[in-house]
């Protein structure tokens, strides 16, 4: 089956800084999306990406479709952007979203 | 709009209990899938609900079921509950199923003593 490989696993910023995360599938997806879980364990929607670039705020996703990959920038960290971030994918023959193990990420203030 | 709700957040159960949580979507969504998250496993499908069937199901054992309401409205069931059924049980609705963007509930919470 197709598999999702997230990097960095954990990532340590001081606040102000950018950051890309970045998402591998092993085969081709459909519609990539990208989450924020907060502490409380909240699946907060950041993009829904099936190819090109989307940009909210200080948030921009990219996703290259032919090469099996996508990426997650944040700008200008804030402590608030801390928490694990997910992308997961479709896979062609299954109602079900396949996910990456997630980023850890944690701003320093 | 009123996102997606889940009850209840928290629940301790024993042992060989059943449990049942329930789901309510989107309104206008009618599709809604179920996942487990756990610390070792990570977040891991359960199944996929659409006009009341059952569409897809991941690679967990029997003692996991689910149904779907007229109204869209889900539950889980999970009978014979054991130690490693602890986890967070997030819902997710989208409009007409998973291809569409799914948006997540605040997840239950179930710990098994």
């Known amino acids: 089956g197709i598999q999702v490989e997230q990097s960095p696993p954990d990532l340590i910023l001081q606040e102000g800084a950018n950051s890309t995360l970045r998402c591998n599938f092993s085969?081709?997806?459909?519609?990539l999306q990208w989450f924020h879980q907060n502490p409380w364990g909240q699946l907060i929607n950041l993009f829904y990406i099936t190819s090109g670039t989307k940009q909210n705020g200080r948030l921009s996703a990219t996703t290259v479709a032919t090469e099996h990959y996508s990426l997650l920038y944040i700008s200008s960290s804030q402590t608030t952007d801390s928490g694990v971030y997910f992308c997961?994918?479709?896979?062609?023959?299954?109602?079900?979203?396949?996910w990456g193990a997630g980023t850890k990420l944690i701003i320093k203030p | 709009k009123a996102g997606v709700t889940q009850t209840p957040r928290y629940l301790i159960k024993t042992r060989g209990q059943q449990v049942t949580l329930s789901c309510s979507p989107i309104s206008g969504h009618r599709s809604v899938s179920w996942y487990q998250q756990t610390p070792g496993q990570g977040l891991q499908f359960l199944f996929e609900y659409f006009s009341e069937t059952q569409r897809n199901k991941g690679n967990f054992p029997g003692r996991f079921s689910g149904r779907q309401f007229s109204n869209s409205r889900s539950e889980m069931n999970v009978s014979t509950l054991e130690l490693g059924d602890s986890a967070l049980y997030l819902c997710?609705?989208?409009?007409?199923?998973?291809?569409?963007?799914?948006?997540f509930g605040p997840g239950t919470r179930l710990t098994v003593l």
């Open positions: 997710a609705s989208s409009l007409m199923d998973s291809y569409n963007e799914q948006f």
């Open positions: 997961a994918g479709i896979m062609d023959s299954n109602y079900q979203l396949i």
């Open positions: 085969d081709s997806v459909n519609n």
